[in-house]
Antibody, heavy 118, light 106 residues
Framework: EVQMVESGGGLVKPGGSLRLSCAVS????????MNWVRQAPGKGPELVAS????????KYVDSVKGRFTISRDNANNTLFLEMNNLTVDDTGIYYC???????????WGQGTLVTVSS | EIVLTQSPATLPLSPGERATLSCRAS??????LAWYQQVPGRPPRLLIY???YRATGVPVRFRGSGSGTDFTLTISSLEPEDFAIYYC?????????FGGGTRVEL
């Protein structure tokens, strides 16, 4: 069974930092591209960052470029998102999600809540 | 980026009725259009990918159709567990984008 468990969310002040983790099991992590997708309260999901299976391809949405860093540890089946200089607009649930060439974004974790507030 | 506009925002229906949800893209997505179902407090669940292919385990009452910029998700006969929010998503261009959602409610 595919499982993805996010952690690392919490309450942080504007300008602060957080590091999210996503522990994966049930599939060959090193064979898949992965995404971080966030969802602000009452809004639709928003793709934040993507990383290819061997980290050769990394992309960010414009609103997080220069502030967020996506990375992965294939030996330990873990995906990361380093978030710096956080703003209130970064508030939301952050999901890790598996990406396949055939079906697209087909599996999601349960999410971790990030709240940026003074 | 490609903007996806979903309509209606809210769709009040009863169990057993047919639901028709619309998603319009700001430019062609070449068929790379997916539909997700989200129940409050849960992550999105993939229903349909590439316009019309049902994901594993998705009941046949869910049908996707469309082409170019106009797409439709049809639920032939609503079951109680189908009352949820539905999002369309395109993966034709970076970044993948999602629509604003349609809430199917009682």
């Amino acid at each position: 069974e595919v499982q993805m468990v996010e952690s690392g969310g919490g309450l942080v002040k504007p300008g602060g930092s957080l590091r999210l983790s996503c522990a994966v099991s049930g599939f060959t992590f090193s064979s898949y591209s992965m995404n971080w997708v966030r969802q602000a309260p009452g809004k639709g999901p928003e793709l934040v960052a993507s990383i290819s299976s061997q980290s050769g391809y990394i992309k960010y949405v414009d609103s997080v470029k220069g502030r967020f860093t996506i990375s992965r540890d294939n030996a330990n089946n873990t995906l990361f998102l380093e978030m710096n200089n956080l703003t209130v607009d970064d508030t939301g649930i952050y999901y890790c999600a598996r990406e396949t060439a055939f079906t697209g974004t087909d599996s999601w974790g349960q999410g971790t809540l990030v709240t940026v507030s003074s | 980026e490609i903007v996806l506009t979903q309509s209606p925002a809210t769709l009040p229906l009863s169990p057993g009725e047919r639901a028709t949800l619309s998603c319009r893209a700001s430019q062609s997505v070449s068929g790379y259009l997916a539909w997700y179902q989200q129940v409050p407090g849960r992550p999105p669940r993939l229903l349909i990918y590439d316009t019309s292919y049902r994901a594993t385990g998705v009941p046949v009452r869910f049908r996707g159709s469309g082409s170019g910029t106009d797409f439709t998700l049809t639920i032939s006969s609503l079951e109680p567990e189908d009352f949820a929010i539905y999002y369309c998503q395109q993966r034709a261009n970076w970044p993948q984008t999602f629509g604003g959602g349609t809430r199917v409610e009682l």
